[in-house]
Structure formats: C-alpha cells, structure tokens
C-alpha cells in the first residue's frame, strides 16, 4: 500500500497558476502509475490527469487538457499537478492516487486525503 500526502492549493484567483503537489511512501519501490482526481461540492469525484511510471503516457480529462499538467519525480516519490488559467469551475478538492499498474487505468489503490482548490473570481 502507498500512502500519499497532498499539498499546495488553496485560494486563488481565477486565471492564476498555483500547482498541488503529491508525496508518496510505502510501496515505493513498485512502478505504479500517479493519477490526480477532483470533486467539487455536490458533485462526484471526477478524475483529471494520470501520469505513467516512466512519465512517457499522460492523459487527461477535457475539462483540463491544455490547461493542466501532471508531472512525476521517481527518485523523490512526487507527483505534482501544475494548474494554468483556472476557472472558478476548477473549484474542488483535488486527490492524487497512486494506479495497481505502471500505466495508467482505472485502477487505483491508494489515496489521498486531498487538497483543497478554490478559483475565486
């Protein structure tokens, strides 16, 4: 099991460019694939951006692609999400997980217990 630790975060304003960050210990040793996920109030978690072992594969949701990136370091067990030109839609609380595989899919093992984003306008 992996145990992850967000940071960053908190209140900024629309546009901004603020990152969270991601760290991870336990089963560091694995490859596993990093994931970052969000769920805005009254809304169900949605996922955001996932990030393979080797960082080669990323994928996206629509909602972020072009805005956002994700981004590892192995060697320091980090996973980081860097945010560009938020919208007050990008208000949520964002979860990193860590993936049963070294690509990305749809399984994830370990969370989180998130950071919190709000996009004041």
């Known amino acids: 099991q992996v145990q992850l630790v967000e940071s960053g975060g908190g209140l900024v304003q629309a546009g901004g460019s603020p990152s969270v960050s991601c760290a991870a210990s336990?089963?560091?040793?694995?490859?596993?694939?990093m994931g970052w996920f969000r769920q805005a109030p009254g809304k169900e978690r949605e996922f955001v951006a996932c990030?393979?072992?080797?960082?080669?594969?990323?994928s996206y949701s629509n909602a972020v692609k072009g805005r956002f990136t994700i981004s590892r370091d192995n060697a320091k067990n980090t996973v980081s999400l860097q945010m560009n030109n938020l919208l007050p839609e990008d208000t949520a609380v964002y979860y990193c997980?860590?993936?049963?595989?070294?690509?990305?899919?749809?399984?994830?093992?370990?969370w989180g217990q998130g950071t919190q984003v709000t996009v004041r306008s």
């Open positions: 997980a860590a993936g049963r595989y070294g690509v990305c899919t749809n399984d994830f093992a370990s």
């Open positions: 990030i393979s072992w080797f960082g080669g594969r990323t």
């Open positions: 336990g089963r560091t040793r694995d490859s596993y694939a």
